[in-house]
């Protein structure tokens, strides 16, 4: 050191001073906490043992979800239907993520004509 260094008001003592590379805030700023569609989609992404047909299998939470909606809707339930039929109108008109597999204009124009008139139905069997 060629002079003596003075220590005061903005002159911190020479050996607690951020070495060169070093970062002044090691653990950086904290990650944001999930917000809900974070905490859903983890959630419906975790996997259960679902028995179908004697057999045990690994499901999504979703899937499973999807699965329990399809078979109360095949017994009749009209509640499930509608649900079912409300969540399948809506996923059609989202953009698709991937191409692959995707519903063909003719066959979209068909569905989109034909599920109002289905819930309709629906809504007017049950008396809502």
């Known amino acids: 050191m060629p002079k003596e260094y003075a220590v005061g008001y ?5 050996a607690t001073r951020f070495k060169p590379g070093q970062s002044g805030n090691p653990k950086g700023r904290p990650k944001a906490s999930p917000n809900l569609a974070t905490d859903l989609s983890t959630e419906l992404g975790e996997l259960i043992t679902v028995r179908e047909g004697g057999a045990a299998r690994r499901v999504s939470k979703q899937r499973a979800l999807i699965k329990s909606l399809m078979a109360k809707a095949l ?3 009209v509640r ?9 109108a ?3 008109t989202e953009p698709p993520e991937d191409d692959s597999g995707s519903v063909e204009e003719h066959e979209l124009l ?3 004509r034909f599920g109002p008139r289905l819930l309709k139905s629906l809504t007017k069997e049950t008396g809502r």
């Open 75 to 77: 017994k009749g339930d």
């Open 110 to 112: 068909i569905l989109r």
């Open 90 to 92: 809506r996923v059609i």
């Open 80 to 88: 499930a239907t509608t649900a079912l039929l409300a969540l399948y």
């Open 10 to 14: 903005r002159k911190p003592p020479q």
